[in-house]
């Protein structure tokens, strides 16, 4: 695509093999495996350890917020919708000295892929986790949101099932689009080359986002990342709790 936007100029790709860093990983999958991540949060506050945890979902991340600030941990919600509030806005002028007072980070993709927290000297953040279950974010987007702390060697992961049901076909997207612009009464000869070549990279997150999981554990081996299976039980104390967290 960039040829072609350029056509006197060519591209080469060089692509570095992956250097062994210690990262590790241990995976769960379902709603049992979220218990026990959120089991072994509060186990690691309890313990005097701090935790920056990244969401998938909005409501993922309302909902660790109060499951694991109902424990007296100092949490820092971050999303969307609350930009405007005052301990995030604070964040935002400085996230390397205010993270700093917080137990707990918990953020969704509004962190975006080019801040980094070093805490240069200071190693403040322990352990980190990511929530996800796939409806809005892909194993590319998951592996940017698990780096944001530079310095964390270990992670735990839980994945819920994803029930989004996305348009993974580019024909379907390209003949909705041209559908809409008939509707709005808009004289469209046809997509352009640039329709169809972003119509394909949303056909192509819609498929990652449906098989999330799987991608985002092919993903992280893909990186170096030492994979293994999160040791799930049952809690039912932690299940009540994410229940009320919903109400």
Known sequence: YLESCRPSERFRIIQQPHQAEGLRVRFGFGPDALASAYGEALARLS???????ACGEKTRAIE????????????????????????????WRDPEGTSLNYDCVIHTGVISSGMSIKHRGCKHFTHGM???SGATITP????QMLRRVRYLRTWTIAVTPNNAKDIDNADAILAGMEQSASMEGLNVAGCSE??????????DNARHRADFGAGLWWALEHQGFDV???????????TVEIGRAHV
């Open 64 to 91: 660790a917020a109060r499951v694991l600030g109902a424990s007296g941990a100092r949490v820092l919600l971050l999303h969307g919708d609350n930009r405007e509030n005052a301990d995030q806005a604070e964040f």
């Open 130 to 132: 990511l929530l996800a």
């Open 228 to 238: 293994q299976r999160l040791q799930v039980e049952g809690c039912s104390e932690i």
């Open 194 to 203: 640039f329709d169809t070549f972003v119509a394909g990279i949303e056909a």
């Open 47 to 53: 313990q005097g350890e701090r935790l920056w945890i």
């Open 140 to 143: 590319a987007d998951a592996l």
